[in-house]
């Protein structure tokens, strides 16, 4: 149990384009996701959390304009990238916190991003 | 607020071998202690957890972590290494209460594995 989904896994896009990165909690409701960015040899850097039906709160840094994040049911939360620029390519994790339980995170496989 | 340290950057080892991985952390607040390990191009999976209780935690494949209060460290061992063992090892703290469930993250740990 407790599997996240990201889809697509990988996506190549032109300079100037939006992109929507999906991230889904399978068999369990997610009251909180949570969306890292991960530079090669780097770590996880916490872009935004997002609570089901309300605004992400974003970290301090992080775009909000640039990075559209909407949490729109329990079960999925949706990344968008807009006006893509190559320096927004990166790899985008997602991870999503069960209802119940303590503070464990589950994690997505990730999503590759290369803005052309 | 916290912050996490882990100390090696990069650790070879050979296969079989023991390797220990270190991590320190720095918190005001209570915290929940975590390993996780990535492989390439992938997420991440939890090895272990602290929790409360017992300072040595046991997690998957074989590895193991002591909470050191007084020492503020959750270093992560394992006896004998396997070529699969080779990735990204990442430590991760995160408040009991009042920070909504946020990880903070240690810089990375990449254990190489040689036969």
């Known amino acids: 149990g407790a599997v996240v989904s990201q889809h697509p896994s990988w996506v190549i896009c032109k300079s100037g384009t939006s992109v929507k990165i999906e991230c889904r909690s399978l068999d369990f409701q997610a009251t909180t996701m949570f969306w890292y960015r991960q530079f090669p040899k780097q770590s996880l850097m916490l872009m935004a959390t997002s609570n089901e039906g309300s605004k992400a709160t974003y970290e301090q840094g992080v775009e909000k304009d640039k990075f559209l994040i909407n949490h729109a049911s329990l079960t999925l939360s949706t990344l968008t990238v807009t006006s893509a620029h190559p320096e927004d390519s990166s790899f985008y994790i997602c991870s999503a916190r069960r209802r119940t339980g303590y503070n464990e995170q589950f994690f997505g496989p990730g999503t590759r991003l290369t803005v052309l | 607020a916290q912050s996490v340290t882990q100390l090696d950057s990069q650790v070879p080892v050979f296969e079989e071998a023991p390797v220990e991985l270190r991590c320190n952390y720095s918190?005001?607040?209570?915290?929940?202690l975590f390993w996780y390990v990535q492989y390439p191009n992938q997420g991440l999976q939890l090895l272990l957890k602290y929790l409360s209780g017992s300072t040595l935690v046991k997690g998957i494949n074989g590895f193991e972590a002591e909470f050191n209060k007084s020492q503020t460290s959750f270093h992560l061992r394992k006896p004998s290494v396997h070529i699969s063992d080779t990735a990204e090892y990442f430590c991760?703290?995160?408040?009991?209460?009042?920070?909504?469930?946020?990880?903070?993250f240690g810089q990375g740990t990449e254990l190489s594995v040689k036969p």
């Open positions: 918190s005001s607040v209570s915290v929940y």
């Open positions: 991760a703290v995160s408040a009991l209460y009042n920070q909504g469930g946020k990880l903070i």
